[in-house]
């Protein structure tokens, strides 16, 4: 398959995220009102919607920004905090004439949540019936043959994006397809269809899609196919926050704290945290040959000059911590001497099944490690406990994170915050509350100094997840996951910030980054992922 041809696969597979991410907000819309209110009014302001429906106005503009972000809605800010103009535009306009297709496929939603148990339990319901209705609804849709790049493409893309997304997870997660993969074997679907009926009706989706091909009477995945088989971890983060978006009509019109239920032994009932790290786990890799640099210089610096070890805080399944002590070891001259100077592994994670998961990860590679209880939000306690159990000083590990700073739990800023300068185009909620930007930018000030005295001697390498302009997503679909990133995180009390933002917050904190250090991806205009090694300063 050439470059051309998979950069085509990658911006459908980009634009099933959004649509894993649009169907609930277009379909909770679409039932109250608010798609005809848009549709009829064409200008109007999140104030104009407040006084005609009750909504929870965070979420309400974290759901209007991602509209403009597919280019549907123009989008100016008023008043920070307060209000924001919107404007309908031609691809709005045809895109909102279709939710009542979005409504029909959000309906599925709770089936997909757990369509690991339909797929693999034969004493399972049987979704058949439903299954195939979404199929036929999708062969109507796509009937005029939408050409690429138009809004009906998009519309079907989406649509088809909720159906497969979680499918190719649970196919993913089970290794189902792993040994056609590897032996590029015939796929048996009829003694599987046989087994669980559900698993016909996929494979007719699949056949309909063109991943499947049919030669010499034998079934094949094809180049296609192959592609997004083998790209199921890309789907897993977004797919593991279906149960926030089947909550969607109630985090918009409703409860605003619905989502922070446990459930009645204890996990969180917002996100399929197991998955979650194990797509995470995913992602990590596409950015380790950056994070390697800045390793192996830390780690070849004189023996005595160099930290005691790498604290992880929010270590997921520990692929990260697993990874950097595999390079201090094989690549740098800390790892020639590890007799005389042993690398302290850290693991510190929020989620108990994150630490469990950690924990196995490094016994698995015989990596001696500590795992711990630790809240980002509260570096004091981490350092106190890590002193605790273990004796160790925080101040003399490299302290890492990935994807976690925009995950602290919110509280308001101490100090004030009305002559903040915040550029942000973000939209942020907590528990449905309009956090205004500029408040959400000292907010983060205030965190990134709780860090600073823990991190003075080594500094702090972070991996972390932006938001971008919605316009700029708008004008760059199937170039960038960002609609995905904005609504997962939005509508879960996460703050993803753009990258200039974060920096400037950072350093009026007194954390500089090293220039030579700062990666951007997938580039400088579309960076929705950065690395960054600050120092810190007085």
């Not at 023996?303 to 070891?329: F, N, R, S, W």
């Not at 739990?409 to 185009?425: A, G, R």
């Not at 990133?485 to 400037?504: A, K, N, P, R, W």
Request: proline share 4%.
């Amino acid at each position: 398959m050439d470059k051309e041809r998979k950069k085509q696969l990658r911006g459908i597979l980009f634009q099933h995220l959004d649509g894993i991410t649009l169907c609930s907000t277009i379909a909770t819309f679409f039932n109250k009102g608010i798609t005809e209110f848009i549709l009829e009014n064409k200008t109007f302001s999140i104030q104009d919607i407040l006084s005609k429906y009750e909504c929870n106005a965070g979420y309400l503009n974290v759901a209007l920004r991602l509209l403009a972000s597919q280019g549907w809605l123009k989008r100016e800010i008023i008043q920070d905090g307060e209000d924001v103009e919107f404007q309908l535009t031609d691809k709005g306009n045809i895109g909102l004439s279709h939710a009542p297709y979005y409504d029909t496929f959000n309906k599925f939603i709770p089936f997909l949540i757990n369509i690991d148990k339909y797929l693999f339990d034969p004493n399972a319901k049987d979704i058949q019936d439903e299954f195939q209705n979404l199929q036929i609804c999708l062969d109507t849709l796509n009937s005029n043959v939408p050409a690429p790049g138009s809004t009906e493409w998009d519309v079907s893309k989406h649509l088809e994006g909720l159906l497969v997304g979680p499918i190719l997870v649970a196919f993913g997660m089970s290794d189902f397809f792993l040994e056609s993969l590897e032996n590029k074997s015939e796929i048996n679907l009829e003694s599987m269809g046989d087994k669980l009926p559900i698993m016909s009706s996929i494979f007719s989706l699949f056949i309909y899609l063109k991943w499947i091909v049919i030669k010499n009477n034998k079934n094949y995945f094809s180049e296609e196919g192959l592609f997004f088989i083998k790209r199921s971890t890309a789907y897993g983060v977004t797919v593991s926050y279906l149960p926030t978006f089947n909550q969607m009509p109630e985090l918009l019109f409703g409860n605003p704290n619905v989502l922070w239920k446990r459930s009645p032994n204890g996990l969180e009932t917002h996100v399929n945290r197991h998955m979650n790290v194990w797509g995470s786990g995913g992602a990590h890799s596409l950015y380790f040959r950056k994070i390697d640099e800045i390793i192996t210089h830390i780690f070849n610096k004189p023996l005595d000059e160099q930290p005691i070890g790498i604290a992880d805080m929010g270590c997921g399944d520990g692929t990260l911590l697993k990874h950097l002590y595999e390079v201090v070891k094989n690549k740098t001259e800390r790892g020639k001497h590890l007799q005389l100077y042993p690398l302290k592994i850290i693991g510190a994670d929020f989620n108990k099944a994150a630490r469990l998961a950690s924990t196995i990860t490094l016994q698995e590679a015989k990596i001696e490690h500590s795992i711990l209880h630790g809240d980002i939000s509260n570096p004091a306690d981490y350092a106190e406990n890590l002193k605790q159990e273990y004796g160790l000083d925080l101040q003399k590990m490299l302290n890492v994170r990935s994807f976690l700073d925009h995950n602290r739990i919110y509280s308001p800023p101490k100090k004030p915050f009305h002559d903040t300068v915040c550029n942000s185009t973000g939209a942020f909620a907590f528990r449905g509350r309009w956090i205004p930007n500029k408040e959400l930018k000292q907010n983060l000030i205030e965190h990134f100094s709780s860090w600073h005295d823990y991190v003075s001697k080594y500094g702090l390498l972070i991996l972390e997840l932006h938001t971008i302009a919605p316009e700029v997503t708008a004008h760059n679909l199937g170039s960038t996951v960002a609609t995905a990133y904005d609504g997962t995180h939005g509508f879960s009390d996460q703050y993803i910030i753009e990258v200039d933002t974060m920096l400037d917050a950072a350093e009026k904190a007194g954390l500089i980054p090293e220039p030579k250090y700062q990666a951007l991806f997938p580039s400088e205009e579309l960076a929705t992922i950065s690395i960054n090694l600050f120092k810190a300063v007085n």
